[in-house]
């Protein structure tokens, strides 16, 4: 998966941008705001013990955003993955130790939101969610 981009805040990619479009819509729909989603994201993918990954995916039956979590190696089946953060200590130890929420709030910056959209987009058969 290609979900991470090189930051646009350190002028050396896109990634950590969320452009207007069908997932800043989507978005906005169900969380109001990125602020929001990255709240309510990171505090689930906080409540992991030990390894394994934070999702966004796309539900097809309800036509919306979800977050989940999946334990160690664990696949993503219920939704479509849209965003997948890796939370296996070999993510994050170097730089972050044992402070995943400094990871996870960091992580943001190099989220590539424009290879999510183009999932969201295949995921949901349309362009304008």
């Not at 990634?15 to 309510?40: F, M, N, R, T, Y």
């Amino acid at each position: 998966m290609d979900d991470l981009a090189p930051s646009a805040a350190a002028k050396k990619g896109t990634g950590g941008v969320l452009k207007d479009g069908p997932l800043k819509s989507a978005i906005e729909q169900v969380w109001s705001s990125l602020d929001a989603l990255k709240k309510e994201f990171n505090t689930a993918t906080l409540c992991i013990q030990g390894s394994g990954w934070g999702w966004l995916g796309y539900n097809t039956q309800t036509k919306r955003l979800e977050i989940a979590t999946t334990p160690n190696q664990d696949p993503l089946l219920s939704l479509v993955p849209i965003i997948g953060v890796d939370i296996w200590e070999h993510a994050f130890y170097l730089q972050y130790l044992n402070v995943k929420p400094d990871y996870l709030n960091a992580i943001w910056n190099v989220i590539n939101f424009e290879e999510a959209e183009a999932r969201l987009v295949e995921a949901s058969g349309n362009s304008k969610l």
